[in-house]
């Protein structure tokens, strides 16, 4: 099935480094979603943004929907252990269907 | 509030056997989405529903597979003769619009021998 470029795959990085992360396409999206998704559960949702040009913080998480609407990126500063976890992005296409694609996700893993 | 929630969490069958995997949405929330998850990747969207209709089932793999949502709340998901590669998690999601953010339920792990 069809599924987001998201990149890093993964990454290892000492707690308190800031860590970034971002998804691209070639399709146009109404709306991106960040989730973290911890082993055995399911996706939570972190943040979640609707137009173009956005730019929201949820805490340590901050998120921009790209102008192209083709993308998106989710920061997160002064990472923490209970970071860890897979990081997926997820876009809602437009053009009469409202389903929702999700990346490939990344994996976090965060050193104390 | 009650969040999504599946049944069963897990379910072991054996190959060409037939499984439901239920899923009961958040109260009052009319948009229903089915996904499958394989190892190490991302959630895969199957089909969603608005209401009791299916307002999009290009995602299901073939026709073993199988959803409704008869009552507008409630949704099963039927596979009919299941295959190995059936096995995944089965993750369902509802939002109180189409267009507004979904929410995950835990997902039923199927496996099938």
Known sequence: GQQLN?????MFI???EDVSMNCTSSSIFNTWLWYKQDPGEGPVLLIALYKAG????NGRLTAQFGITRKDSFLNISASIPSDVGIYFCAGQLTGGT??????TGTRLKVLA | GAGVSQTPSNKVTEKG???????DPISG???LYWYRQSLGQGPEFLIYFQGTGAADDSGLPNDRFFAVRPEGSVSTLKIQRTERGDSAVYLCASSSQFQETQYFGPGTRLLVL
């Open chain 2, 29 to 31: 929330h009319t948009a």
């Open chain 2, 17 to 23: 056997k037939y499984v439901e995997l239920r899923c």
């Open chain 1, 98 to 103: 409202y389903k929702y694609i999700f990346g």
């Open chain 1, 54 to 57: 956005e730019l929201t913080s």
């Open chain 1, 6 to 10: 998201q990149s890093p795959q993964s």
């Open chain 1, 14 to 16: 000492q707690e308190g």
